[in-house]
């Protein structure tokens, strides 16, 4: 991790191939959003949009009047099943809260990152977000495919092109510490 944020924009390319798990980006360009339904909907009918260096946001917006409103991240660990394809397809980044597993960290080798947003900032994704179209209108405002412009989002890198995962780090670092605690090392006055 250089600490210096690094500048992307969509379409990716290999650029992304070179970040470091942790590295502070910021992503302008087209973003899709995409959840559960939206994935699958995607199976089975095709990809809307051309998959190629896209980035994938899972988030479901609050729209109104042609603008987005709140567009704060969706758990990322409940599309684990599901990005195999959009990944194989060329999609470059995935952009989530929470971290994902290790299915898709091994589907991303090679191939692309995730990028970390942080849960509860909604109306700071929404700043950095102008509404340009959207795909599968008929899933509802969270399901559906929202085409989205961003303007320098203040993003993580979760997990890297090499396998590297903040997510994971963190969950051995902890347990690795809850493991060393004794209750003896508290003492009270």
């Avoid at 260096?53 to 009047?65: E, K, N, T």
């Avoid at 993580?156 to 902890?174: K, L, M, S, T, Y």
């Amino acid at each position: 991790m250089t600490g210096q944020v690094v500048q992307l924009k969509t379409p990716l390319g290999n650029e992304v191939l070179q970040l470091n798990a942790g590295d502070p980006v910021e992503l302008s360009g087209i973003v899709y959003t995409a959840r559960d339904e939206a994935h699958l909907r995607m199976q089975e009918k095709g990809i809307p949009f051309d998959p190629n260096g896209a980035a994938i946001y899972h988030c479901g917006p609050v729209i109104q009047d042609g603008k987005v409103i709140a567009a704060g991240p969706t758990t990322s660990a409940r599309m684990n099943e599901l990005e195999g394809f959009l990944i194989e397809k060329g999609v470059r980044a995935l952009i989530g809260k929470g971290g994902m597993g290790a299915t898709v960290r091994q589907q991303l080798v090679g191939k692309g990152v995730y990028l970390a947003f942080t849960g509860g900032c909604a109306a700071l994704a929404s700043s950095h977000m102008i509404l340009k179209g959207v795909f599968y209108e008929d899933l509802g405002m969270a399901e559906a495919v929202w085409v989205i412009e961003l303007d320098r989002l203040p993003l993580v890198v979760g997990i890297d092109a090499r396998g590297q995962d903040i997510f994971d780090a963190a969950r051995e670092h902890a347990k690795a510490a809850f493991e060393s605690y004794s209750p003896h090392q508290c003492k009270s006055d």
